[in-house]
């Protein structure tokens, strides 16, 4: 791993944020509140997010359709269900669901992992929810590639820190 490392978001005055990266991987700012490292592999939008890490800020853009905060609680089914409708509603089924609850440094990390299937090949999804702020990592994993994103999303989320 590689880091910590600083970078400036040029989106938001005088924020910055500290990660830890895979040690190959090129980290950068592309949008308000939204990091992102590419690994060497990293070509284009095809394969995109098993050579991809991104770090977001949820509660700004939206992103999920219920409340994050069950999934720190009893209630995380119901964040699952949410993402297998939004899915399906996409043509595009995701199956093998898991939950875990990580403790990380700086206190709970919830870790949900899905599996579809695009272009005849199937990945992996990585989600991983910081508890102590509305940040999360996502990154994906493929059999082809064996040292996918997803791999590393879990310590990349526990690296991470937001000056402001």
Not at 40 to 49: C, L
Not at 133 to 142: D, Q, T, V
Request: charge should be negative; include cysteine.
């Amino acid at each position: 791993m590689k880091g910590p490392l600083t970078i400036q978001d040029p989106f938001v005055d005088s924020t910055t944020y500290t990660v830890t990266v895979p040690k190959e991987y090129t980290a950068g700012c592309i949008g308000s509140h939204t990091l992102h490292a590419k690994s060497p592999d990293y070509v284009d939008d095809s394969d995109a997010f098993t050579n991809l890490l991104q770090v977001i800020d949820y509660s700004i853009y939206g992103l999920y359709p219920v409340d994050t905060k069950v999934l720190f609680s009893s209630e995380y089914e119901e964040y699952l269900d949410a993402f297998k409708e939004d899915y399906a509603r996409r043509g595009t089924p995701a199956f093998d669901f898991s939950y875990e609850l990580l403790q990380g440094s700086h206190g709970r990390m919830a870790q949900v992992k899905f599996s579809y299937i695009s272009s005849g090949k199937q990945y992996t999804s990585v989600y991983c929810y910081r508890e102590d702020i509305p940040f999360l990592a996502y990154g994906e994993i493929n059999d082809e590639n064996p040292l996918s994103s997803g791999q590393y999303v879990p310590w990349v989320i526990d690296s991470f820190e937001i000056n402001e």
